[in-house]
């Protein structure tokens, strides 16, 4: 066995069904090997799609999402994507070509440093040197991407070092894998943070994406009821409890004040259950560094002078809550937060049978909701349409809303869902994103016809990067360089033997919807939102006198 077979068995051996990327000259002994195992190689268009697919893929299943690039620009194409992983908490393995040793000492085509070039951006970048290292190479890739918090690795492989042979039985053969031992909280961090809200008067939980991924959503639900505190979740960890639950408070990230954010204000014990400072930073809901904050999560927390825990409870999360559930007493209704929630309910509900064209980003939202079930998942792409889902689209499960805001990338919502549906084709999978981000990644719509994934995307028009047109009007009260135009949707998407719509009624948003889940193709709907919504919202909550 060479040594680019042997990488491929071991992949095999870490459970691998798919690897999205491009061929390339320097990576033809691993696409033989490919050609030979049980993956399936899935052709992209742009490496930075692989990526993202890889990206999503490990994000949904806690597995690492592998792609494959070529060596010098196709590496570098996968950047932004293996970055987000990293950032995100998804696991990802990265595995670039890359050219022959006796060249790496030279000035040479194509070449460039991959290992240094990825370091920053992954938690192990290891360069195959030696053919009987691979197999251990890429248990280490797995292990470190995989174990908390999970992110992004890179493999490099240089050719003529992938076309050696592998010399002996151990060097061929993967690696075995060890179930990791479940780690419990001590008796004294639970007994001490237990002590901690005795002493609270407005305790708030802070639900981070930590909570998701670990699986902690049934015992955190269970924490919130019993002890009735309100919950407010970050972008990231949507639906880790249900929006119907009577203490959620919503989803904090937006950057004006919203309410989720005046019950932040309102708190004098923040309990973080499975939150990382990269999702919302501790300053915005912390600006005085006066709050007192347990932090509950499977690793300790990051250092930021923002985020000071009186109490850390490092352990299973799930474990820890119900430890909490015991030694935690309380009997009172949160009065004072429940009557925000009522005013965050109403006004949330403003838009629900407004008809007016074109539909604000709320009435939207409000008819992707009556159409997606409680298990389909939504995947956003990242500008002004994010803030309202994060804000507007309610969830009851955790996964079935992606949102990307630890590195918060565009062009992620068409690769992603393509990604979501081919883990989960019975369930509806819709890319929501806005004219902007659509262009940055659409040409994976002909990977996912070639592949035969039909997924929806909506696209949110305004012919403009809508987010930061909203800075702007909200900083100088007129916008600058921001604004494009777009080819025709229909047609591009009929290009590509998609089906493509264009919603011209607001009444007709469901319908077409509807239709368009029912094809057998990917499909395209092309809907103009009136983005005046933005700065109404911004004088909304200018006014929010709570």
């Not at 069904?17 to 742009?46: C, D, N, Q, W």
């Not at 002996?168 to 004294?188: F, I, M, W």
């Not at 939207?364 to 389909?376: K, N, P």
């Not at 949102?403 to 393509?418: D, L, Q, R, W």
């Amino acid at each position: 066995m060479n040594t680019a077979e042997v990488l491929i068995k071991s992949l095999e051996s870490e459970g691998v069904k798919y690897i999205f990327g491009i061929p390339g000259e320097e990576t033809l002994e691993l696409m033989e090997a490919i050609r030979k195992s049980s993956i399936k190689f899935i052709t992209v268009r742009h490496e930075q799609g692989a990526a993202f697919m890889a990206d999503v893929y490990g994000r949904l299943t806690g597995k690492a999402g592998v792609c494959l690039s070529t060596l010098g620009p196709g590496a570098t194409n996968l950047v932004t994507g293996v970055a987000d992983a990293n950032s995100d908490g998804a696991p990802l393995i990265a595995i670039t070509g890359q050219v022959g040793t006796e060249r790496m000492h030279l000035t040479s085509h194509q070449y460039l440093d991959l290992v240094n070039l990825f370091a920053p951006i992954t938690k192990r970048s290891k360069q195959v040197v030696r053919p009987d290292t691979v197999n251990e190479i890429v248990r280490i890739a797995f292990k470190y991407a995989e174990m908390e918090k999970p992110g992004a690795c890179l493999i490099d492989l240089p050719c003529n070092i992938a076309a050696m042979e592998v010399n002996g039985e151990v060097a061929q053969t993967p690696l075995k894998h060890h179930r990791e031992n479940t780690v419990y909280a001590s008796t004294d961090a639970i007994l001490t943070a237990g002590g901690v809200f005795a002493t609270a008067k407005r305790p708030v939980i802070l639900v981070g994406h930590s909570a998701v991924r670990n699986h902690a959503f049934e015992a955190l639900t269970e924490f919130v009821s019993s002890l009735k505190i309100p919950v407010v979740c970050t972008m990231m960890a949507k639906g880790a409890v249900p929006y119907d639950n009577c203490y959620f408070m919503g989803c904090i990230g937006l950057p004006q004040r919203d309410y989720p954010n005046v019950i932040m204000e309102q708190a004098d014990l923040v309990i973080a259950v499975g939150y990382d400072v990269v999702e919302y930073a501790p300053a915005k809901w912390n600006p005085k560094g006066d709050k007192t904050i347990i932090h509950i999560d499977e690793t300790p927390n990051h250092i930021n002078k923002f985020y000071q825990p009186e109490e850390e409870v490092i352990g299973d999360i799930s474990a820890s809550l119900d430890s909490l559930c015991e030694v935690c007493k309380n009997t009172w209704e949160p009065d004072w937060a429940l009557c925000i929630r009522e005013m965050m309910v109403a006004e949330h509900s403003r838009y629900d049978r407004d008809d007016s064209f074109p539909p604000k980003p709320q009435k939207v939202l409000h008819d992707i909701r009556q159409v997606m079930g409680e298990e389909d998942i939504l995947i956003s792409d990242v500008g002004a349409h994010k803030m309202w889902i994060a804000r507007q689209y309610n969830c009851l499960h955790p996964n079935t809303c992606i949102i990307s805001n630890g590195f918060a990338t565009m062009g992620i919502a068409v690769p992603g869902a393509m990604a979501a549906k081919l883990l989960y084709p019975k369930k509806k999978v819709l890319a929501v994103t806005g004219d902007g981000g659509f262009m940055m990644n659409s040409q994976e719509l002909e990977t996912a016809y070639r592949e035969h994934i039909p997924f929806v995307t909506l696209i949110f028009t305004d012919g403009s990067y809508g987010l930061i047109k909203w800075k702007q009007e909200e900083r100088y009260g007129d916008c600058y360089s921001v604004d494009f135009t777009n080819p025709d949707f229909v047609k591009y998407a009929e290009s590509m033997h998609l089906k493509g719509y264009r919603v011209e009624r607001t009444e007709d948003l469901i319908s077409t919807l509807q239709d368009a889940f029912s094809q057998e193709v990917p499909s395209i709907i092309e809907c103009p939102v009136d983005y005046s919504a933005n700065m109404d919202l911004t004088k909304h909550l200018k006014n929010l006198n709570m």
